[in-house]
């Protein structure tokens, strides 16, 4: 989220104004395919997995190795054995375990099917660029509005946030109508999000307000 303030406070008659709206096909469109969001590599889920994983296989063929050659088993795999024999399907622990289990399985299937890197916001790619890809930062992309934002007359502070689908904006207006002041927001902020030459331009909302008033 970014913010920028400039000029003295001062206190009018309306309150707000907002509109919410999608920009026109026409206004987004550009050439070239549109490409996907860009996959994370998750590499620290990854290696605690491949971690952990080794570290039980290595105990358990450990275990097996001292059975074969006529050692007890370890403590904990016969204390486990014993437990798991001993308790209901319906015990609290049992049930404990299994919802623990079925968590770290949904968790990791979740890594496995999506994308990741959402402050990522991939950009258009053009025809020509077909091994060519390019992505803008959420951050970078809100500073741009927001200096856009600026330039309008009447604004003394905005607030933006990018999200995949929508760009919501909230401006301060010290003076001129607010009715005026979103619709020159809501021109030069399309103009801008289609200047990012973002491949799914978000959606724009614009709410325009007076400073609080003090006292």
């Not at 550009?30 to 590499?43: I, M, Q």
């Amino acid at each position: 989220m970014s913010e920028s303030v400039k000029g003295p406070v001062q206190e009018l008659d309306q309150s707000a104004s907002a509109a919410a709206y999608r920009p026109s096909p026409k206004a987004v469109a550009g050439k070239g395919r549109t490409p996907g969001r860009f996959w994370s590599a998750r590499r620290i889920p990854a290696a605690l997995l491949a971690l952990v994983l080794a570290g039980g296989a290595g105990m358990l063929l450990f275990d097996i190795a001292s059975v074969r050659a006529d050692r007890p088993g370890m403590q904990w795999r016969r204390s486990l054995a014993g437990q798991l024999a001993r308790r209901p399907l319906d015990d609290v622990w049992v049930l404990v375990g299994a919802g623990a289990a079925v968590a770290i399985g949904v968790w990791l299937i979740v890594l496995a099917v999506t994308p990741g890197l959402r402050a990522l916001l991939p950009m258009r790619r053009r025809d020509g660029d077909a091994d060519v890809r390019a992505g803008l930062d959420r951050d970078a992309a809100e500073l741009v509005l927001r200096d856009r934002a600026m330039e309008v007359s009447g604004v003394q502070s905005v607030r933006v946030r990018m999200g995949r689908s929508r760009a919501g904006v909230r401006a301060v207006s010290h003076f001129r109508e607010l009715d005026d002041v979103r619709a020159d927001l809501d021109t030069v902020l399309g103009d801008g999000i289609r200047e990012l030459g973002l491949a799914r331009p978000p959606a724009l909302s614009v709410h325009v307000r007076r400073p609080a008033k003090r006292g």
